[in-house]
């Protein structure tokens, strides 16, 4: 299955993103394999350094950096896919503004809670940065449910357990993108909340 043949958006409703540049995820799975679901801000500002574009582009570069860092002999994300990781972006279309507007992400959590829902043996969720967070919770209450995070600043949420629909959802910072070589600190709790995902799972 590629995720891109099932999970479209109708009619680009979102005013502060490029809509030339939506993406997607394209890779070929097995959904039932899926362990782990990493959910980053939005599509790259290069369709080429998108997660599944290449081994060498940006996103997938910082991604398997930060899997290395937590202690995963990944070298490549097809690596990660047969470890049952799946990598995606909350928001479909690449900024065009530093933020995000709320509307935004809100409305783009439609296509997240499509996509989220052809993952049922998921156990863990890695929510990386506050885009991805404001999602989750917008999908959830969508359906009805409570927050999934509640408010405040990551490193007071992280280390709490939060669970969603059965598995366990880890508040995070970004890590596609070169705002991963900015703060050491940020770099270290990512690989953190990975590797409790991973060990999760194992």
Known sequence: ???SDVV??????CMDVDHSLHYVPDASLTPS???????????ALRREDNLYASDHALFAETTLEAFRDAGAAATSIADL???GVYLTTAVKCAKTAYALRAETVKTCAELLARELALFANARALLLMGDVAIK??????????EPRVIPA????KLR???YVWRGARVFPSYLQAGPSFYIERSKRRMIAEDIAAALALVA
């Open 33 to 43: 394999r899926v362990r782990i679901i990493v959910v980053s801000e939005a599509a």
């Open 81 to 83: 896919l047969r470890r």
């Open 8 to 13: 479209a958006c109708p009619d680009f409703p």
């Open 159 to 161: 280390g709490v357990e």
């Open 135 to 144: 999602a989750l919770n917008a999908v959830a209450r969508r359906a009805g």
């Open 1 to 3: 299955m590629r995720t």
């Open 152 to 155: 405040g600043s990551t490193y």
